[in-house]
Structures are given as structure tokens and as C-alpha cells.
């Protein structure tokens, strides 16, 4: 897995960027425009960032981990083609102007996935039988598409590219792609929120905390704003049950600072 951002300058000057939209509202100087966009930020008031976009490039994630990047959205804008069904839509917004498109994943279509590569779940790479098992079954699932494909060819079905976009199909949720998705300040803090924390799906935590880790390479004020929902509340909004317990339920918050009142 790797993942860069790919318009870094513009994320360079995100909070310039965000003032000199938002300057509007007190009819400031758009001189001040990097301290308003900071200000923003800090209180929370993220309207004027929502033109805003940073954008990322992520290679060999699993098309699972890419399908479940589509929930917890905030910021995100589509448009609307109702005659394609929803992942098909995916694939064929291929324009990242800001003001509209936010993801382009690559496609099961049209791309003849050769020995393709795939992502192993931890605890099935620490059985030894579980792994071979999976590895085996990865191997048949590659060797069975490429005989659809050249049979549907060979029997004069279709021509090679029909043939691929139909022997595709079988390709499991573990196929590795490349997906480009970009996000605005709001919509990746929010998405942060939700994917740093402890109960996220392990390749969903991974991708969240590579982005981070881009970010901080950039922008690492901003980068400082990225952390899990119970950080940002300073209380665990999970239950009991599925807490990790690094910080305390609503109720025992309130119950501390009830004592310390």
C-alpha cells in the first residue's frame, strides 16, 4: 500500500486558501486571510473551506477497503447519473474538477487484471493452513478468469475486451487497485474521526493513517486535527461493550466533571 497527495502546493496554502473565501464574511482584508482561515479552523466554522480539496492517490488497496471508503462522508459530492448503478457510477467520474468529483477508482471494466495482486488479512497470514488455503484460492481464482476470458475469445463470443470486462467478474473483494479520492478539510477530519479509531477495519485504519502521515509531511498543523472521534470529544462515543477505553463514556465524563464542580 502507498498513498501520496496529489496537489500538495494547494494544501501548502489550505488555510490562506480557506481565509481568503471566508474574508467575505467580516469583509476583512484578504491580507489577513491565512490567520481568518486559521481562526476557521480552530472554531470549527468550515463552510468557507468547502472548495477546498486535498487530494490523494492510493496504490494497491484492496477494492473492499476502497468500497468501504465511500461510507462516513461528509464534504462529498456526486453526480447524478441514475441510469448506472452505484459502482459503475464510480468508475466512470473521471473528471477531479473540486467543484464536483471526488473519487476515480480504477476499473474492473476495462482493466484485465493478470495476476493480480491482493491484501491478506493479518490473522489469516498468522495460520500457516489458513494462509496456504488462501493464497491456493487466489491462484484458482486468477488461472479460472484468464481461461474465461480466452475461451469467450476462442469461441467467438466476443472480442478481447468484452472478454475481460466479463471474466472480471470473479475477482474477489481482495483484488488490489488504484484509487484517486480527494477530500475537504471538514470531510477528511470527519473521516478521520471515524477510521483512526481502534474498532475501524484494519486495511480502513491503515489507509487513514498513511493519509495522516501525508499530510503531516505537508501541513502538519492541520495534520494535528486528524485524530479519532474520542480524542476530538475527549469522550468514547462507542458502547461499553466495543470501548478501547482510552478515554471515558459520556456519562463517566460527566460524572468527573461533576466532582471537580
Same mark, same amino acid.
Given at each position: 500500500?502507498?498513498? %501520496? #497527495?496529489?496537489?500538495?502546493?494547494?494544501l501548502?496554502?489550505?488555510?490562506k486558501?480557506?481565509?481568503?473565501?471566508?474574508?467575505?464574511? *467580516?469583509?476583512?482584508?484578504?491580507?489577513?486571510?491565512?490567520?481568518?482561515g486559521?481562526?476557521?479552523?480552530?472554531?470549527?466554522?468550515? &463552510?468557507?473551506?468547502?472548495? %477546498?480539496?486535498?487530494?490523494?492517490?492510493l *496504490?494497491?488497496?484492496?477494492?473492499?477497503?476502497?468500497?468501504?471508503?465511500?461510507?462516513?462522508? +461528509?464534504g462529498?459530492?456526486?453526480?447524478? #447519473?441514475?441510469? *448506472?448503478?452505484?459502482?459503475?457510477?464510480i468508475?466512470?467520474?473521471?473528471?477531479?474538477n473540486?467543484?464536483? #468529483?471526488?473519487?476515480?477508482?480504477?476499473?474492473f471494466r476495462?482493466?484485465?487484471?493478470?495476476?493480480?495482486?491482493?491484501?491478506?488479512?493479518?490473522?489469516?497470514?498468522? &495460520?500457516?493452513?489458513?494462509?496456504?488455503?488462501?493464497?491456493?484460492?487466489?491462484?484458482?481464482?486468477?488461472?479460472?478468469?484468464?481461461?474465461?476470458?480466452?475461451?469467450?475469445v476462442?469461441?467467438? #463470443?466476443?472480442?478481447?475486451?468484452?472478454?475481460?470486462?466479463?471474466?472480471?467478474?470473479v475477482?474477489?473483494?481482495?483484488?488490489?487497485?488504484?484509487?484517486?479520492?480527494?477530500?475537504t478539510?471538514?470531510?477528511?477530519?470527519?473521516?478521520?474521526?471515524?477510521?483512526?479509531?481502534?474498532? &475501524?477495519q %484494519?486495511?480502513?485504519?491503515?489507509?487513514?493513517?498513511?493519509?495522516?502521515?501525508?499530510v503531516? &509531511?505537508?501541513?502538519?498543523?492541520?495534520?494535528?486535527?486528524?485524530?479519532?472521534?474520542? !480524542?476530538?470529544?475527549?469522550?468514547?462515543?462507542?458502547?461499553?461493550?466495543?470501548t478501547?477505553?482510552?478515554?471515558?463514556?459520556?456519562?463517566?465524563l +460527566?460524572? +468527573?466533571?461533576? !466532582? +471537580?464542580?
Amino acid at each position: 500500500m502507498k498513498i %501520496e #497527495i496529489i496537489n500538495k502546493e494547494e494544501l501548502i496554502d489550505l488555510y490562506k486558501n480557506h481565509g481568503l473565501f471566508a474574508c467575505t464574511c *467580516y469583509d476583512t482584508d484578504d491580507k489577513y486571510a491565512d490567520k481568518v482561515g486559521k481562526s476557521c479552523n480552530e472554531s470549527q466554522h468550515m &463552510s468557507g473551506s468547502r472548495c %477546498e480539496y486535498i487530494k490523494f492517490r492510493l *496504490y494497491d488497496i484492496d477494492r473492499g477497503s476502497s468500497e468501504q471508503l465511500m461510507r462516513h462522508e +461528509i464534504g462529498v459530492s456526486y453526480d447524478e #447519473i441514475d441510469k *448506472y448503478a452505484y459502482n459503475d457510477r464510480i468508475e466512470i467520474l473521471v473528471d477531479l474538477n473540486p467543484s464536483s #468529483i471526488v473519487k476515480n477508482m480504477q476499473s474492473f471494466r476495462y482493466v484485465d487484471k493478470n495476476e493480480f495482486t491482493y491484501s491478506i488479512p493479518t490473522n489469516i497470514i498468522k &495460520s500457516t493452513k489458513a494462509l496456504e488455503r488462501y493464497e491456493n484460492l487466489m491462484d484458482s481464482i486468477d488461472r479460472t478468469r484468464k481461461e474465461i476470458r480466452d475461451i469467450l475469445v476462442d469461441e467467438g #463470443i466476443c472480442d478481447y475486451k468484452q472478454a475481460v470486462e466479463d471474466a472480471n467478474f470473479v475477482l474477489p473483494r481482495a483484488t488490489n487497485l488504484t484509487l484517486t479520492i480527494g477530500f475537504t478539510p471538514e470531510a477528511l477530519m470527519h473521516f478521520m474521526h471515524k477510521r483512526l479509531c481502534t474498532r &475501524s477495519q %484494519e486495511f480502513i485504519r491503515k489507509i487513514a493513517v498513511q493519509m495522516k502521515a501525508e499530510v503531516n &509531511s505537508v501541513l502538519p498543523e492541520y495534520a494535528s486535527q486528524l485524530v479519532p472521534h474520542c !480524542q476530538h470529544l475527549l469522550w468514547c462515543p462507542e458502547s461499553k461493550r466495543k470501548t478501547c477505553k482510552a478515554y471515558p463514556s459520556k456519562d463517566e465524563l +460527566i460524572k +468527573i466533571l461533576d !466532582q +471537580i464542580k
